[in-house]
């Protein structure tokens, strides 16, 4: 295997990848990105076709160059990918795919990075890997019992196969919110959340979170207390599918069973008989490859940042990961901001 030496190594080659090469790009550094896709486009070629943003084009962009209109409403994953892959083009980003990293080490000036592909040294490193892989499921009793078909949300593709069955779907966030919209049209639906969804107003989208997001940064990066973000507004953005299967009286949602049976689901006293469960759980952010760092604490915790660092290690970057990583990281629009943040904390701490 061969050795690729390098200023950086950003893993990962979604959005967030790919804004942090924007910015390194114009810092002069000699950078690599390593994705584990086969093509461009990051998470977004995997999410089920029907998803659509929150928001129109324009409020979909990475730094320095706008997202192509979409003729109406709201753009969905497919226009997505277009996007990144020109983008990736337009700015000559020296991405390499597909390569998947296994470890990364510390080393005697900086990092090596395991891959499939060989070895990179570099002086420094960005982390943009998502959470996309590692889907997570809950433990509840009974779980490896039942008889039906179980999936998470990122297996999720088209409702077709639930056609006639009776489907549990699980979570109270917009993914379950938009799968359920979707399977509710060929199937009937059981919701069951934790706590009762919390929806936005039918007019608050993409752009009103954005807005908010952007306030919050300032406040904080002027030292101001944290608003929380949208945390009173709601959860659940009413795109038009949600609002439809509002008016067909199916967004309502039960309380959490206790335990998966054979048949369904049971909260002790009453059971549910069901054909298939959908997890729509949300996701953890891929870290594996970090563990020789040995970054957590002793009671394994989640690793503590410092901005976008662990405390005292400022060469290596987290990016994109939500509220972890700056408000709206996560986001297409709001990683431009914490991708500058990244890579000029990244230049002082290489000079």
């Known amino acids: ?15 967030a990848g790919l804004a942090a090469g924007y910015y390194l790009r114009r810092s002069g550094l000699d950078f690599v990105i390593l994705d584990d896709q086969d093509g461009p486009g990051g998470s977004w070629q995997d999410y089920w076709p029907s998803l659509h943003l929150f928001s129109p084009a324009e409020y979909s962009r990475l730094p320095g160059w706008p997202m192509p209109p979409w003729p109406s409403g709201f753009p969905p994953a497919s226009h997505v990918v277009d996007y990144l892959t020109s983008y ?6 020296p991405v390499r795919r597909p390569v998947r990293v296994q470890l990364v080490h510390r080393g005697v000036s900086g990092y090596r990075v395991d891959t499939d592909a060989g070895t990179f040294s ?14 997570f499921w809950p433990s509840y009793p009974g779980m490896r019992t039942f008889a039906g078909r179980q999936l998470h949300a990122a297996h999720y593709r088209t409702p077709e196969r639930f056609e006639g069955q009776r489907v549990g779907i699980v979570g109270g966030g917009n993914s379950a919110a938009q799968i359920l919209a979707e399977v509710s049209t060929v199937a009937e639906t059981l919701w069951f959340t ?10 608050v989208d993409g752009r009103v979170l954005f807005d908010v997001a952007s306030d919050r940064a300032r406040v904080l990066d002027a030292g101001g207390d944290d608003s929380g973000g949208v945390a009173g507004l709601g959860d659940i953005v009413m795109v038009p599918p949600v609002k439809e299967a509002r008016e067909r009286g ?21 059971t549910e008989n069901l054909d298939a469960l959908l997890w729509c759980t949300g996701f953890r952010p891929a ?14 915790s989640a690793i503590e940042l410092n901005g976008t660092h662990p405390t005292g290690e400022p060469t290596l970057q987290f990016l994109g990961y939500g509220d972890w990583t700056g408000p709206g990281s996560a986001t297409i629009i709001g990683v431009g901001r914490t991708a500058r943040a990244a890579v000029d904390a990244l230049i002082e701490a290489l000079n």
Do not use: C
């Open 194 to 203: 934790t706590r009762e969804p919390r929806f936005l107003p039918d007019d």
């Open 250 to 270: 199916v967004l309502h949602s039960r309380s959490m069973f206790d335990a998966v049976v054979p048949s369904g689901v049971t909260d002790g006293r009453s």
């Open 287 to 300: 870290l594996r490859h970090l563990r020789p760092l040995h970054l957590r604490s002793d009671d394994h």
């Open 88 to 93: 990736e083009s337009k700015y000559d980003l």
């Open 122 to 135: 570099a002086a420094a490193v960005i982390n943009a890997t998502g959470t996309w892989s590692r889907p």
């Open 1 to 15: 295997m061969t050795t690729t030496s390098t200023d950086v190594v950003v893993i990962g080659g979604g959005q």
